[in-house]
């Protein structure tokens, strides 16, 4: 079956844009989170998303945003783009809230903002 | 507060030989389970094996073992006859029950040279 698809996959922005990046995730999967990869902070989580509501939030700023819709597809919004938001976003898709095992990642978004 | 520690930036392993990839956590949650990921340069995660904190046995799945110590707060991942393929970063994280988000270790880069 198809597995979680994140696109675009790459994008360039410049600083005070915003951005959408979206996660299609594996079908029947119901629950669906994101994460920033950077290498000086390493993997972070953003948020979870199960049912349309948002269960869980890391620690971000407002500037970054999610929802997620009836048919599980997710996407995330950052606005007002710093140049430390250049980042790979990682989307993961699982059955359940939170985990229980196995999550389900996408190749990711690699956003860069010069 | 919770973490995760791999103190291995890097490894050189020549192929066909076993590796050991060190990772030791802090929780008070005594309900957590541990993952071991790895990210090739694609950017995907993949999913390698899982231990549940309450798990009486050692997880394996196929070439890959776990070997959990958990007086030691170790969740060390064991790859058995190394491949070329499995030249990438390899990330452990943890997931506490009282918190539904993956955290993350800094990961180690692994190359097996031929």
């Known amino acids: 079956k198809a597995g979680v698809t994140q696109t675009p996959r790459y994008l360039i922005k410049t600083r005070g844009q915003q951005v959408t990046l979206s996660c299609s995730p594996i079908s029947g999967h119901r629950s669906v989170s994101w994460y920033q990869q950077t290498p000086g902070q390493g993997l972070q989580f953003l948020f979870e998303y199960f049912s349309e509501t948002q269960r869980n939030k890391g620690n971000f700023p407002g500037r970054f945003s999610g929802r997620q819709f009836s048919n599980s597809r997710s996407e995330m919004n950052v606005s007002t783009l710093e140049l430390g938001d250049s980042a790979l976003y990682l989307c993961?898709?699982?059955?359940?809230?939170?985990?229980?095992?196995?999550?389900?990642f996408g190749e990711g978004s690699r956003l860069t903002v010069l | 507060a919770q973490k995760i520690t791999q103190t291995q930036p890097g490894m050189f392993v020549q192929e066909k030989e076993a590796v050991t990839l060190d990772c030791t956590y802090d929780t008070s949650d005594p309900s957590y389970g541990l993952f071991w990921y790895k990210q090739p340069s694609s950017g995907e995660m993949i999913f390698l094996i899982y231990?549940?904190?309450?798990d009486q046995q050692n997880a394996t799945e196929g070439r890959y073992s776990l070997n959990f110590q958990k007086a030691r707060k170790s969740a060390n991942l064991v790859i058995s006859a190394s491949q070329l393929g499995d030249s990438a970063m390899y990330f452990c994280?943890?997931?506490?029950?009282?918190?539904?988000?993956?955290?993350w270790g800094a990961g180690t880069k692994l190359i097996i040279k031929p």
């Open positions: 994280a943890m997931s506490v029950d009282s918190n539904y988000q993956l955290i």
């Open positions: 231990q549940g904190s309450y």
């Open positions: 993961a898709s699982s059955l359940f809230q939170g985990w229980t095992g196995e999550l389900f």
